[in-house]
């Protein structure tokens, strides 16, 4: 790891200060269970971080009639074993709890979650793999190579290296956005258009400036909400990043047809992945299990396999049909 200074200012409007006038490279540090990693794998060279991590402001966890606010800096497992956060969004609260280990849940906060990077073993793994996320212009080691764990979805020629993370995928089905600060004052970031898909620069996976700090996640409530889950399917069933995942909200009417419905993708896409197409096959019919097969189908269906990944097409696709199962099951009771 190689030197760098350290600064805790204790509040949003000091962190704000000290980005607007940090050098270059300067990342913002919150529980450090992947930014650390990255440092000490010589990935991220930053030569400052400014610690959020123990600002209480950031810490907040209110869910209100309208909406659900969540604190950047919010623990990961604070808000999965949220009262509130379980009734009214339990898929919200699966997709935390089925990620990582309740040792890091503890220390890692949402905000950091939703920019962690992505596992690609190639990107981690050290400099002699060609890599354009590590070393732009490098070439990418897993295109034609070892792709068993990377995206079927949002790829291109230049970088298919999965989004890792479980909670952004909730959250982009349930519509969420972020509250960001900056120099130039506060803006607001749908989830949708958080992350960027790597295109020919794969290393640009967000559209948040370095200077810019998430503030607060705020969630809508809504019925589709109160019929959530996350479903996640991994090599072992705890401590394992997905090999595909489904975020799934439903609202089912009176007569048994679905009234709204989200699907988000997980651990198959470059991005936190929204299936809208699936979503338009069951609005306003009954849920069947041929209809969330075919929903599935709808939610695949410009998958692109590589050489060793293509068993998690049809892995995602049952994915999708299982979670719309739970999902309607826990929107009728
Ligand atoms: C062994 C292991 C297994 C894991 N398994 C899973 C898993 O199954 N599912 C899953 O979703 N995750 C998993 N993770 C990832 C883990 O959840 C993240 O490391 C964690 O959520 C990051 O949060 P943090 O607070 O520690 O972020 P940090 O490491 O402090 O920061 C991460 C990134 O976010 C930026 N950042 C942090 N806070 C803010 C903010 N408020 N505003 C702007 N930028 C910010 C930082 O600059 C940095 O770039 C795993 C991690 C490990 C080490
Ligand atoms: S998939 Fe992306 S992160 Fe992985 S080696 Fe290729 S360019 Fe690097």
């Not at 940090?22 to 610690?51: H, N, S």
């Not at 123990?54 to 869910?63: F, G, M, P, Y």
Request: aromatic share 4%; proline share 7%.
């Amino acid at each position: 790891m190689r030197p760098f200074t350290y600064a805790a200012p204790g509040t949003v409007a000091a962190t704000v200060t000290a980005l607007g006038g940090a050098q270059p490279g300067t990342r913002i540090l919150a529980g450090g269970t992947t930014l650390y990693d990255l440092m000490k794998l010589d990935i991220e060279t930053p030569p400052a971080v400014v610690d959020v991590h123990r600002i209480a402001e950031l810490r907040t966890i209110e869910a209100g009639p309208r909406e659900l606010v969540l604190g950047a800096g919010a623990r990961m497992a604070d808000v999965a074993d949220h009262p509130a956060v379980k009734a009214a969004y339990p898929g919200l609260s699966e997709s935390l709890w089925r990620a990582a280990s309740q040792q890091l849940r503890t220390m890692a906060t949402v905000g950091g979650n939703l920019l962690q990077r992505t596992r690609c073993p190639y990107f981690r793994n050290g400099p002699e793999f060609p890599c354009n996320k590590r070393r732009p212009g490098s070439g990418c080691a897993a295109v034609g190579g070892h792709d068993r764990t990377h995206a079927l979805l949002g790829g291109s020629d230049a970088c298919v290296a999965t989004y890792a993370g479980d909670f952004a995928v909730m959250l982009i089905a349930l519509d969420a956005v972020v509250d960001v600060v900056g120099p130039g004052g506060e803006r607001t970031v749908p989830l949708a258009g958080l992350h960027v898909e790597p295109g020919d620069d794969p290393a640009r996976e967000h559209v948040l400036a370095p200077d810019e700090l998430i503030v607060r996640i705020r969630v809508p409530a809504t019925p589709a909400g109160r019929g959530s889950t996350y479903l996640k399917i991994r090599d072992r069933e705890s401590y394992a990043f997905a090999l595909a995942a489904a975020g799934v909200g439903l609202a089912v009417e009176a007569d048994g047809a679905v009234g709204d419905c989200r699907i988000g993708l997980g651990g198959v896409a470059t991005r936190p992945w929204r299936a809208m197409e699936a979503e338009r096959i069951l609005i306003g019919r009954p849920l069947t299990p041929q209809s969330a097969r075919r929903a599935g189908e709808a939610a695949f269906a410009e998958a692109r396999a590589g050489t060793e990944n293509g068993f998690r097409i049809e892995l995602g696709v049952r994915t999708v049909a299982d979670a719309l199962r739970i999902a309607g099951e826990r929107a009728t009771r």
